[in-house]
Structure formats: structure tokens, C-alpha cells
T-cell receptor, first 113, second 108 residues
Framework: KAGVTQTPRYLIKTRGQQVTLSCSPI?????VSWYQQTPGQGLQFLFE???????NKGNFPGRFSGRQFSNSRSEMNVSTLELGDSALYLC????????????FGDGTRLSIL | QQPVQSPQAVILREGEDAVINCSSS?????VHWYRQKHGEAPIFLMI?????EQKGHDKISASFNEKKQQSSLYLTASQLSYSGTYFC?????????FGEGTQLTVNP
């Protein structure tokens, strides 16, 4: 069974640009969650999608948005990039019921110049 | 609300034991544990669903004290492969909130 796939693995952008990250979940998983990881900050929850609907949202500004398609693939978009957005962005998929294990992708390393 | 993990870091020699604690100011109904090695994705270790429940995998086990709103992860006879950052996570609805992590280093 293929794991969670995130593309691209690395991305370099400049301030003010926007970026779209992609996540393909494990086959059969309907829930996709996104996290931002920075040194010393741990894993900060961005949002979670289930069956194309956002079920939960973290405390991030509106510049961070996402969506999920009918095949459960998800995208995350960040507009008007700031230097502080430099981070590892991880997505995780699960079956979607409460207390199911989350399976993480390798992440997209975003660097803002 | 983010759970609090302690210690922030621990260094062990191979074969030694370690305990990582995770506590919450809110009522806990379940606790997740994950491990992340440097440069890799977090890997699921276990979920504890009931108060008092203890689970184990190989020489890594965990307990969950619902009354005290805390969970502890026990690493027994640590191996080099145990090195990494351990995260606990608490669930509210469909949101999994992770602690800041405990960096565990096992030296030969």
C-alpha cells in the first residue's frame, strides 16, 4: 500500500508570492490534516479535511487555505508569503473516525527568501 | 490547548530506561504517541483510549491516567534506534494537537 505522498519536496519562494502544496493520502483514507513544523515549535495544526469539507481549523491567518478533492487528494495554499512561513509542511491521512492513527507524508520544505 | 511534555530532552546510554510525560489542563479522552527521526516523517506509535489503559510495542509502552489528565511513555532497555523526537497528541473533535516534543538521544 502506497504511503502518503507530498509534492514538491522542496520549494523556494520570495516574500509576497503564493504557493500550493499537494498531498495524496493513503488509498481509502478520507481525512487529510495539515501541519506546520518549525524548529522548536513542534507540530502546529493548520486544518483538517474530510470528504471535501473542512472539519477543523487551527489558529493560522486566512492566508493559509486548503481544499480537498473527490479523490481525497488535498492541496494547501499560502498567499502573500512571509519570511516566517518558512517551515516543513506535513500532511497526514487517516480513515477519519476519531482516534484513528495518522499517517504522515515526508513533508514539503518551504523556504522564503 | 497544547499538551505539555517533559522532559524537553533526555540523553541515554544504550540499555537505559526513560520516561516521557504528557499532561493536559483539559480533560483527556485519548492520547496519541508518535516518534519523528531527524529528517523523516513522524511515525505512529500507539493510541491510548481509556483511562488506565496501558499499551506496549516491543520495549516501548505507555499508560494513561485519565484522572490526572496525563500519559507517560516508557522506553525500556533503550536501543540506538529509539533516538528521535517523541510527540504526544490530544484529540478534540477531529483536531489532533501535539505537544512540543521530547528529544531523545541514545548513545552507544
Amino acid at each position: 500500500k502506497a504511503g502518503v505522498t507530498q509534492t514538491p519536496r522542496y520549494l523556494i519562494k520570495t516574500r509576497g508570492q503564493q504557493v500550493t502544496l499537494s498531498c495524496s493520502p493513503i488509498s481509502g483514507h478520507r481525512s487529510v490534516s495539515w501541519y506546520q513544523q518549525t524548529p522548536g515549535q513542534g507540530l502546529q495544526f493548520l486544518f483538517e479535511y474530510f470528504s471535501e469539507t473542512q472539519r477543523n481549523k487551527g489558529n493560522f491567518p486566512g492566508r493559509f487555505s486548503g481544499r480537498q478533492f473527490s479523490n481525497s487528494r488535498s492541496e494547501m495554499n499560502v498567499s502573500t508569503l512571509e519570511l516566517g512561513d518558512s517551515a516543513l509542511y506535513l500532511c497526514a491521512s487517516s480513515l477519519g473516525q476519531a482516534n484513528q492513527p495518522q499517517h504522515f507524508g515526508d513533508g514539503t520544505r518551504l523556504s522564503i527568501l | 490547548q497544547q499538551p505539555v511534555q517533559s522532559p524537553q530532552a533526555v540523553i541515554l546510554r544504550e540499555g537505559e530506561d526513560a520516561v516521557i510525560n504528557c499532561s493536559s489542563s483539559k480533560a483527556l479522552y485519548s492520547v496519541h504517541w508518535y516518534r519523528q527521526k531527524h529528517g523523516e516523517a513522524p511515525i505512529f506509535l500507539m493510541i491510548l483510549l481509556k483511562g488506565g489503559e496501558q499499551k506496549g510495542h516491543d520495549k516501548i509502552s505507555a499508560s494513561f491516567n485519565e484522572k490526572k489528565q496525563q500519559s507517560s511513555l516508557y522506553l525500556t532497555a533503550s536501543q540506538l534506534s529509539y533516538s528521535g523526537t517523541y510527540f504526544c497528541g490530544t484529540v478534540a473533535g477531529s483536531r489532533l494537537t501535539f505537544g512540543e516534543g521530547t528529544q531523545l538521544t541514545v548513545n552507544p
